[in-house]
């Protein structure tokens, strides 16, 4: 079984998640890449809670560093789409096969997750908590106030 069909986690426990489905959603979401300078095309997508799929592929700058990543854009969607919180997510290269999402987006998607949420990496499903543990998050902001 390919990586895309499979659905167990890392743990062995079995994911509901039509990982198929989130898989043609981010491969189709990088086709409409902006990567002139790096050439290297990404796209992403997303399982909502309530069942929606939010997607989003990178958009370069002639000044590099103005990059947005296509997890960048998958937020932005989200929010454009009715907000509300991620239980799935997959990012694919230009080959489509699986990527992971750099550290920046980590961040991105954990103040979106939902409880559980689950991300396919090259390693199979694994939680937000495995890809970004120990994260700073919104309840450090309330911890100080
Ligand atoms: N990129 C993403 O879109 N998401 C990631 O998580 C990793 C990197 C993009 C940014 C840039 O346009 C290209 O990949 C090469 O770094």
Known sequence: MDRASSSSTAGGEQSDVDWLALAAA??????????PYSKF???AAALTEDGRIV??????NASY???????????GNLRMTGGGLLRAFYCVDGGGNVLMPCGRCRQLLYEFRAPGMELMTTQGIKTM???LPDAFGPQHLEETR
């Open 41 to 43: 095309p990404v796209g």
């Open 65 to 75: 560093g103005l990059t947005l990543c296509a997890e960048c854009a998958l937020v």
């Open 26 to 35: 981010a491969a189709s979401a990088m086709k409409n890449a902006y990567a």
């Open 129 to 131: 908590d495995q890809v």
């Open 55 to 60: 997607s989003g592929c990178n958009v370069e």
